[in-house]
C-alpha cells in the first residue's frame, strides 16, 4: 500500500502540468474505450448482479450496481461531457492591481492525491477518473465487494487508455475485496491529501476515526420536501411523487415528507392514492391519516430519522412553516431539501434557514446531481462543508492559491 500510495504522489506531480488539450485527449479515449470494451464491461457486471442475488442484496443497492447498455451510455456521455469543460486547473481569478504596481490574482490548483471510498455503485469508478483527470489530481479508488468485478474491468480499462498519456498510477482501483487496506492508507497522509468516504453511517464514522488526513464525508441523503400552505396543489403532487418515485434508492430521493395542516384537505387523498399506485409504502402521522381517509401505517419517530433507499416514505404534518424547519433542523443530513410554495416570503425565509448543501424551490429534489447542475458527473455530494459543499465536479476538486507578480516592488 505504501508503494501504492507513493505512485500515487509521483503521479500527482506530474499531473500538475498537464495541458488542456492532450487531458481532453485522454478523456475523449477514454470514453471511446468504454464504448469499445462496452461487451466486457457487462459480462463483468453480470457476475456482481449474480453475487448479488446471492447475498440478497437489497433493491436499491442492486439498482445502483447495475450496469446496462444505458449505464454505459451514461458514463460515456459523463466521461466527454467533463472533456468539453471550461479549464479549471492553473485558471486565473479575482484579479487586481495594488497600488504599488502588484498585480494579485487567484489560481486554481489540485488538491494532491485523492482517496475515495465507496459503496456499490460501479460508475462511480469511471466518473471519479475523469473528474481527477480534470482536475490534475491522482486517485485511489476503493469500492465495496458487491461491485467487485465490474470496479476491477474498469479500472483495468481506464489505466491501459491513460497510460500512453500519462502516468498509469494517475487512476488506481483496489481489490473490492480486501477491507484491510483501507486502514493502511488512511494512515498515509504523507502521500495521501485528502479522502472522500461516500456511503452510510458505518463507512463515515469508521473514516472519521482512523484517517488522518482531512475528510470530506458524502453522508446520507435525508431528503425533505415541504408543502406549504400556499403551494399549487397539481404541481405539488407530481413533485411529490417525482422526487419520491423516479429512482427510489439513491441520496437525493426525498424520504421525508412535510406538509402544511392548511394544504391537507387539498393533496392528502389524492397524494395518497397517486403514491400508491406506484408502490409507496406510506408512514403518516394522524393528521394526514385522518385528511387521507384511508388506513396507513402510523409513522414512529424512528422513520423521521431513516434514509429508507427504498420506495417507503414518512409523512409528518406541520402548523407553520417555523415546524417545517425545526423538524429539518432536527432530522436533516445537510444534503437536499426542498420548499413547495407560491408564496415568495415562504421561499426566502425556507432559503435562509434550512442548512443543507442544495435547496430546491418548486422542483424535485432528483436534480441535485452533479450531471443536473452542469459539472459532467461527480465525485459524490459532499455534506461536511469543509472544503465542499453538494456536488462535487473539477473545481470542487481544486483549491485555491494567490499569484503575486511584481517588478522589484520591495515592502517598507
Not at 312 to 324: C, F, G, N, P
Not at 342 to 351: G, H, N, R, W
Request: charged share 30%; aromatic share 4%; net charge negative.
Amino acid at each position: 500500500m505504501k508503494e501504492l500510495a507513493k505512485n500515487a504522489k509521483i503521479a500527482s506531480k506530474k499531473l500538475r502540468a498537464l495541458d488542456h488539450a492532450t487531458r481532453k485527449t485522454v478523456l475523449n479515449e477514454l470514453a471511446d474505450k468504454l464504448i469499445e470494451r462496452k461487451d466486457e464491461i457487462i459480462e463483468a457486471n453480470q457476475k456482481d448482479l449474480a453475487y448479488a442475488k446471492e447475498i440478497d442484496l437489497n433493491a436499491a443497492m442492486t439498482d445502483r450496481l447495475k450496469l446496462d447498455d444505458k449505464g454505459i451510455q451514461g458514463m460515456v456521455d459523463g466521461v466527454k461531457s467533463i472533456a468539453e469543460q471550461e479549464e479549471v486547473v492553473g485558471s486565473f481569478y479575482k484579479e487586481f492591481t495594488q497600488d504599488n504596481g502588484l498585480q494579485i490574482k487567484r489560481q486554481r490548483t489540485p488538491l494532491g492525491v485523492i482517496l475515495m471510498i465507496f459503496e456499490s455503485r460501479p460508475n462511480v469508478v469511471v466518473d471519479c477518473a475523469a473528474l481527477a483527470i480534470k482536475s490534475s489530481n491522482a486517485i485511489v479508488l476503493k469500492g465495496g465487494k458487491e461491485a467487485k468485478h465490474s470496479n476491477e474491468k474498469l479500472g483495468e480499462i481506464i489505466q491501459e487508455t491513460i497510460q500512453k498519456h500519462i502516468p498509469k498510477e494517475s487512476v488506481q482501483v483496489l481489490a473490492s475485496d480486501n477491507r484491510e487496506v483501507i486502514d493502511e492508507l488512511l494512515n498515509m497522509d504523507e502521500y495521501v491529501d485528502v479522502v472522500i468516504p461516500r456511503g452510510g453511517e458505518r463507512l463515515i464514522n469508521h473514516v472519521y476515526k482512523h484517517a488522518k488526513m482531512p475528510v470530506i464525508a458524502h453522508f446520507q441523503g435525508l431528503c425533505h420536501m415541504y408543502l406549504d400552505e400556499n403551494a399549487d396543489v397539481e404541481k405539488a403532487i407530481n413533485l411529490v411523487v417525482n422526487a419520491k418515485t423516479q429512482r427510489t434508492g439513491v441520496c437525493n430521493a426525498i424520504e421525508s415528507l412535510i406538509v402544511h395542516k392548511n394544504l391537507l384537505p387539498k393533496v392528502a387523498e389524492e397524494l395518497t392514492a397517486k403514491l400508491q399506485e406506484k408502490g409507496t409504502e406510506l408512514r403518516v402521522d394522524s393528521e394526514f391519516m385522518k385528511a387521507a381517509n384511508a388506513e396507513l401505517k402510523a409513522a414512529t419517530s424512528e422513520d423521521w430519522a431513516t434514509e429508507y433507499l427504498e420506495n417507503i416514505l414518512s409523512i409528518k404534518t406541520v402548523k407553520d412553516i417555523e415546524e417545517a424547519i425545526d423538524h429539518i433542523d432536527q432530522y436533516g443530513s445537510h444534503h437536499t431539501e426542498c420548499i413547495v410554495s407560491e408564496d415568495k416570503a415562504a421561499q426566502d425565509k425556507f432559503l435562509s434557514s434550512v442548512d443543507a448543501s442544495c435547496i430546491v424551490v418548486n422542483a424535485s429534489t432528483r436534480f441535485n446531481d452533479g450531471g443536473q447542475l452542469g459539472l459532467g458527473a461527480e465525485l459524490g455530494i459532499s455534506t461536511t462543508k469543509i472544503h465542499a459543499y453538494g456536488p462535487m465536479g473539477a473545481e470542487q476538486m481544486t483549491t485555491t492559491r494567490f499569484v503575486v507578480v511584481g517588478n522589484g516592488q520591495v515592502r517598507e
